[in-house]
């Protein structure tokens, strides 16, 4: 039985008799295909669309989707998408697609253009969208299908030459702006999406997209030529409203995310940077790091030694850095084990997950052993990696949501976390391995407001369980014998923000911590530690001899009922619950895998 | 039967479907599938096969396998130095 590559290679010369016979053996059945997105597509329609079908039907299929179209009467777009009784509503479809072009939709902008006033230009682009718009509407209010429309392309042959881009409005410039508002329809109409057909042309390339003497001839506008590529295009937008969507791409290191093999040519002797072949790993890993801003996590699975991969990830041409990685697997196992490892670590199924590595074995073995995962053909050549990488139609996306920007840090720090742990081969190399960065400042005016909270919310983490409001924040920061420190932690992860806090009243000689909180969040990491000493050092400075602390049993903080014993404190002769450190001993040291990084009087960042 | 011929029925036959014995002689008028959708794919594959462009007054003229045979032999010639 062939399969869903064997497809791709039957079309991978396209032709129209490759595509028509590929449509035959997919009607046919002889193709294995795997699971498949059903998706039923209506075609509203200006002109000839037919000649597309074929290949429309076949790139679905690569892209994910298996449709089923219908398409409406020639030239009667309007009353179809109005009319609920028509064929396009009786197809019941899930997406409806609204083909028209600028002589339909704006004829006023395609002809004698020069000799157009500003106005009526203006008038011309600006009815076009709001009959469009109409349309949508009406379509919206018969139909919860998904309604496609396009972007229109400007004409290859402005009508003021090569001085378009000087004429105001130009040309061009007017079917942007047309487009433009094209755009915001699907903004302001829910369930539409637009497919930048513009775009598309201008990429494919613009001069030879029409064929005019099939278009005079059947209103066939699109060359032969383009037919695939425009199909693909479509395939692209469909398979994404379809939800054919992946999370992750799991990319190799060895002469995928730099040139050479690391156990071989040396942490410095592999090829990133401005010179080629670097500069095509640079622009791969550019790529990269743009679809992780939209939303894809990247994840690495290399068969390498770690800490070569490390001293790799040290270099500065490398753009990827650590904290872009979600998952790591750099090991000696084999990739399918490695891929399926990444996708339960970040609570994916195989199915969301694409995998690119430059050897065909490794694919071969990915993808025969887990047939759910995407492996995309990945060219010898890395000046491709680019495009090959931007071919996937399934990295791609119709609109970025505010979630989709933040995701990828979302995921990447627990997920880091946690390998690091599994990896470290005793819990201080992990803590060291995250790089945990301190800072303690004195709560100023902007940040009274986080410390309050920081004593309202800490229940566990908590000596005293003293709430303190704003005001009363602010007030003793003001007051000349106490202070309020804030620590906030960094690590190569990310930024935890203000975590901790600490409150101490000085007297003659004496410093009493009447507040010691710290968030659950980074328990375990040495940073109470880290304060206390602080706490210590900055007594010793005011010439305080002894530190005196105190613990207020509550219901959730026994976890710190011996906090001072376990730090060096010397419980009071008599009173329970009292703690004393004499720091004419010399004070506190504070963890070693814990940087101080500089501290201004005040932290400033809200 | 010359090369051009036999690549030409090959090609007729993937795009209409026909069986090969049927091709030689297969019109518009005389093939049920040859209609005038498939009447441009035929002659975008011919274009596409051969490296000829049809002129818009010719193309709906050229209505059997042995017409379109005839005019891209001619056109080639016309190409050839």
């Given at each position: 039985m062939n399969t869903r590559a064997d497809l791709a290679a039957a079309v991978a010369t396209p032709s129209i008799a490759a595509y028509l016979d590929a449509a035959r053996a997919l009607r046919d059945g002889r193709y294995d295909l795997g699971p498949l997105r059903p998706l039923r597509v209506a075609i509203a329609r200006a002109f000839t669309v037919e000649l597309l079908l074929p290949y429309l039907g076949v790139e679905c299929v690569l892209a994910g989707v298996r449709v089923e179209t219908h398409v409406g009467q020639f030239g009667t777009y309007r009353q179809e998408l109005l009319d609920p009784a028509s064929s396009i509503f009786a197809f019941e479809p899930d997406v409806a697609i609204l083909a028209i072009g600028a002589q339909d939709l704006v004829p006023t902008l395609v002809s004698d253009f020069l000799l157009r006033s500003p106005d009526e230009i203006a008038a011309a682009r600006d009815d076009a969208v709001a009959e469009l718009r109409s349309l949508a509407e009406a379509f919206r209010s018969t139909s919860s299908a998904t309604l496609l429309i396009h972007t229109i392309p400007p004409p290859t042959f402005p009508a003021a030459g090569a001085g378009d881009r000087r004429l105001r409005p130009g040309q061009r410039e007017t079917f942007e702006q047309l487009n433009q508002g094209i755009a915001r329809i699907a903004d302001q109409v829910p369930g539409v999406e637009v497919f930048d057909l513009a775009a598309h042309i201008a990429g494919a390339g613009q001069v030879g997209w029409e064929d005019p003497r099939f278009d005079l001839l059947a209103r066939a506008p699109f060359a032969a030529k383009h037919l695939p590529g425009l199909a693909r295009a479509y395939a692209r937008v469909l398979a994404l409203i379809a939800g054919v969507r992946r999370k992750c791409v799991v990319v190799d290191l060895?002469?995928?995310?730099?040139?050479?093999v690391v156990g071989e040519d040396g942490w410095e002797g592999v090829k990133l940077g401005t010179d080629y072949p670097g500069a095509a790993f640079s622009a791969f890993q550019r790529a990269l790091l743009d679809l992780r801003q939209r939303g894809v996590l990247i994840a690495i699975a290399s068969k390498n030694e770690d800490a070569d991969v490390q001293r790799v990830f040290d270099r500065s041409e490398m753009l990827l850095k650590r904290e872009h990685i979600a998952s790591w697997r750099v090991d000696w196992r084999d990739k399918a084990t490695s891929v399926t490892e990444i996708a339960e670590e970040l609570g994916l199924g195989l199915d969301a997950v694409v995998f690119i590595d430059d050897d065909p074995t490794e694919r071969a073995l990915v993808s025969r052993i887990l047939p759910d995962v995407e492996v995309p053909d990945w060219p010898?050549?890395?000046?491709e990696f680019v495009q090959a990488l931007h071919a996937i139609p399934s990295l791609d996306t119709l609109r970025i949501t505010g979630e989709d920007r933040g995701r990828a840090d979302l995921y990447r720090t627990e997920a880091r976390r946690e390998e690091h742990r599994r990896h470290s081969a005793s819990i201080e190399d992990f803590l060291r391995s995250l790089e945990l960065r301190a800072a303690v400042a004195r709560v100023g005016p902007a940040t009274a407001a986080r410390a309050a909270q920081l004593t309202q919310r800490t229940n566990q983490f908590n000596l005293t369980l003293r709430r303190y409001s704003e005001s009363e924040i602010a007030a003793l920061a003001a007051s000349p014998d106490h202070e309020v420190y804030v620590l906030s932690l960094r690590d190569r992860f990310g930024d935890a923000g203000r975590v901790a806090l600490g409150i101490v009243a000085y007297t003659e000689e004496a410093a009493r911590i009447e507040a010691l909180l710290m968030s659950c969040r980074v328990l375990g990491r040495g940073v109470e530690r880290f304060l206390l000493a602080h706490l210590a050092a900055a007594a010793s400075s005011r010439a305080a001899t002894v530190l005196e602390g105190t613990y207020t049993p509550g219901p959730r903080n026994a976890q710190v009922a011996d906090f001072y014993s376990r730090h060096g404190f010397v419980p009071h002769a008599s009173l329970p619950h009292r703690w004393s450190l004499d720091l004419r001993e010399g004070g506190l040291e504070p963890p070693s895998w814990i940087v101080s990084e500089e501290t201004t009087g005040v932290i400033g960042r809200q | 039967m010359n090369a051009l011929n036999g690549r030409l029925s090959g090609l007729v036959a993937r795009v209409l479907d026909l069986p090969a014995a049927e091709v030689d002689n297969a019109s518009a008028d005389s093939t049920p599938g040859w209609d005038s959708l498939a009447h441009l794919r035929l002659l975008m594959a011919v274009e596409e096969e051969f490296g000829v462009s049809f002129s818009p007054d010719e193309i709906p003229e050229l209505d059997s396998v042995r017409r379109i045979g005839d005019a891209v032999e001619r056109l080639q010639n016309e190409k050839a130095p």
């Open positions: 060895d002469n995928t995310l730099w040139g050479g010898r050549e890395p000046a | -």
